[in-house]
C-alpha cells in the first residue's frame, strides 16, 4: 500500500477508534496525577502513558493509547504461550506486541473491547493475544483470524 492510502487508511481507522481511545486518555491522565507521563510514539500510531501506576505489569492497549507501567515499551517481555508453557518463543519487546493491538483496534473500533472479551480477555487462548505475539515475533499478520 503506498504512503497516501495507508495514511487514509490509519486516519479513518483512529476516528473509528475513538471512543476506546477517549477511555485510554481518561485513565492515562489520571494516572499522571500518580506520576505517569505521556508521549506520542509514531511507529506505534499511539500515545504512550509510562509508569501507568494501575494494573499488574505490563501494558494494555485502548484505542491509539497505551497504558504501560514500565519505564520503556522497548522493554522485552515473553509472548502469552511462552509464559504458559506452550511454548519456547523468543522474546518480544511490549512495543511491537501493543502496536498489533493499535492496529486490531484501529481496524475494528467500538467492536474490539466485545470481541476481545468474548474471545477470553487476557488469555494465551484470546485470538487477539496470539495474532499480538505472532505480530511482534514475525512482524505480519495482526488481524486476529488469519
Not at 494501575?54 to 491509539?64: C, D, H, K, Q, S
Request: charged share 15%; with cysteine; glycine share 10%.
Amino acid at each position: 500500500m503506498g504512503a497516501l492510502p495507508l495514511t487514509v487508511a490509519r486516519s479513518i481507522g483512529m476516528v473509528w477508534t475513538v471512543p476506546n481511545t477517549l477511555i485510554g486518555l481518561i485513565a492515562g491522565v489520571a494516572g499522571m496525577a500518580f506520576g505517569a507521563h505521556a508521549h506520542v510514539r509514531v511507529r506505534e500510531c499511539a500515545i504512550v502513558f509510562h509508569r501507568f501506576p494501575w494494573g499488574p505489569g505490563g501494558a494494555i492497549t485502548l484505542g491509539n493509547t497505551i497504558l504501560h507501567t514500565g519505564d520503556s515499551l522497548d522493554s522485552e517481555c515473553v509472548t502469552y504461550a511462552h509464559r504458559a508453557g506452550h511454548a519456547h518463543e523468543p522474546s518480544i519487546t511490549f512495543a511491537d506486541h501493543e502496536r498489533a493491538h493499535v492496529f486490531q483496534y484501529m481496524a475494528l473500533g467500538p467492536l474490539f473491547l466485545p470481541l476481545y472479551l468474548a474471545c477470553g480477555g487476557v488469555s494465551v487462548r484470546n485470538r487477539f493475544e496470539r495474532a499480538a505475539d505472532r505480530y511482534a515475533l514475525t512482524g505480519r499478520d495482526w488481524w486476529p483470524w488469519s
